[in-house]
């Protein structure tokens, strides 16, 4: 579905729409169950920040454009009958009156959504902000505004890991690993984000070593302006469960998931940052691949 789906979708959410399928598997679903055993596997998995779809249901897909389209392609998902799980999408996109380069993506998010957490969420009255002409200039570089130059304010190349906060990037250097231009930042991102230390930047991070899977991001934009990916990183999100068969080819050398700490830039980025981390590669594999 995800294959078929991303073919009729606007390059500009392809990658997008990949990405959310990789941070909101069903593997982690079925894993964590109904939340009775929660703590428990939470502990074995280790598992931080918010892994549980339902509590982000209208929310996790704002980097696509097509989010501003998410009310009308639930309202349409939740008229379909049972039944075939593509036609439900095809159909819903089509009836949401939304265009299909876009609607399509967002149908299958919708149907997923309601596969892992129940229809709760489309009787919810959220209707997206009127915004996301912003990721049609996906990982552009720093352009100051005149006034600014006068301030002395100069352009740079630079990591954007809100697109829709114009606050939400910061400076990257040349050969730098994301997360080395992350810490630099010093706003309170700790406020909003648990897994965020105070000063190091809006990246979660632990170990900066590739050893722990904290730093994980989706590279929405500019991903030729990333190094290509290393043996060791490689392996490393093989391990933590984030390589997944939803990548076109797992042995690319610019895959849509990085370990910021690992990743180095060349260029500027668009990135976007999950909101949760944890270890499960093994069991996905046996899940999965049946080894
Ligand atoms: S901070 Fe631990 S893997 Fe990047």
New binding site residues.
């Given amino acids: 579905v995800v294959n078929a789906v991303c073919e009729a979708t606007n390059k500009i959410d392809r990658d997008a729409v990949r990405i959310w399928f990789a941070t909101w598997p069903v593997l982690v679903r079925e894993l964590l169950g109904d939340g009775a055993d929660t703590p428990r596997l939470q502990q074995f998995f280790q598992m931080n920040g918010s892994f549980r779809l339902e509590q982000l249901a209208d929310r996790s897909h704002r980097f696509l454009y097509g989010h501003r389209y998410w009310h009308l392609v639930k309202k349409a998902l939740a008229s379909q009958a049972e039944g075939d799980r593509y036609l439900r999408i095809e159909k819903a996109a089509k009836e949401s009156g939304a265009p299909m380069e876009y609607a399509l993506a967002m149908a299958a998010i919708a149907q997923m959504t309601l596969e892992q957490c129940g229809p709760s969420f489309l009787s919810s009255e959220y209707v997206p902000e009127p915004k996301g002409d912003f990721v049609l200039d996906r990982a552009s570089a720093y352009r100051p505004s005149l006034m600014e130059r006068l301030k002395g304010k100069s352009g740079c190349d630079r990591v954007i890991f809100d697109e829709r906060d114009q606050d939400g990037w910061f400076p990257i250097v040349a050969t730098q690993e994301i997360?080395t231009g992350a810490e630099l930042d010093k706003r309170p991102f700790h406020d909003t984000d648990a897994r965020c230390y105070e000063g190091m930047g809006p990246i979660p991070?632990?170990?900066?070593?590739?050893?722990?899977?904290?730093?994980?991001v989706g590279i929405v934009g500019g991903n030729e302006n990333l190094d290509p990916v290393e043996e060791f990183e490689r392996k490393?999100m093989e391990y933590f469960g984030y390589w997944d068969s939803g990548f076109v080819d797992s042995n690319c050398p610019r895959p849509l998931i990085r370990?910021?700490?690992?990743a180095r830039a060349n260029g500027s980025v668009s990135i976007v940052i999950p909101p949760w981390n944890g270890v499960f590669g093994r069991t996905r594999r046996e899940k999965e691949l049946g080894n």
């Fill in positions: 997360t991070v632990d170990c900066r070593s590739g050893s722990c899977g904290t730093c994980w490393r370990l910021a700490c690992q």
